[in-house]
């Protein structure tokens, strides 16, 4: 565990037999298979950073596979990315969109923004296309 932290896996779809086959997120243990999502998930549609998810190990050493989101948090999570040399930029543009919004970034120019509930999605959306940035929305799964 890392301050607390320990890590939940979401199994994933490999349609094309090219992406992924899950991803861990960092939360917080609650208690009763219960964890809060502490980090923006970037392929993860099903939920968002301070989701509360059920999560079960099927072995001790394994790490719980959520199996179902208990709680939304309002947050959203779009995929945002743009040319790598202007990573700095829309970096800055992210912060600069509202209060709360967080990034991380899988590599300079994709990133997973979190969307607090009192933004206006499509208000950010636009401001994000207007300055470049191809945006997906993670649809919930």
């Known amino acids: ?9 979401f199994e994933l779809s490999d349609e094309d037999g090219f992406g992924p086959a899950g991803e861990s997120i960092w939360a917080r243990p609650l208690g009763d298979d219960r964890y809060e999502i502490r980090n923006i998930p970037f392929l ?7 989701d509360v998810v059920r999560a ?6 394994e790490l719980p596979v959520v199996t ?4 939304r948090s309002g947050n959203r999570t779009l ?8 990573h700095s930029e829309m970096v800055a543009n992210i ?5 709360g919004v967080g990034l991380e970034a899988a590599a ?3 990133y997973a923004v979190n969307i607090p509930p009192d933004l206006d999605l499509a208000e950010v959306i636009a ?3 207007s300055h470049g940035a191809e945006v997906e929305t993670q649809e919930e799964v």
């Open 56 to 61: 079960v190990s099927s072995q001790p050493n």
């Open 95 to 99: 912060k600069a969109i509202g209060a």
């Open 68 to 71: 179902e989101v208990v709680q």
């Open 44 to 50: 993860v549609g099903a939920a968002a950073l301070g």
């Open 79 to 86: 995929s945002v990315f743009c040319e790598a040399d202007r």
């Open 1 to 9: 565990m890392n301050g607390g932290l320990t890590r939940v896996s």
């Open 127 to 129: 401001n994000l296309e």
């Open 108 to 110: 300079p120019g994709a």
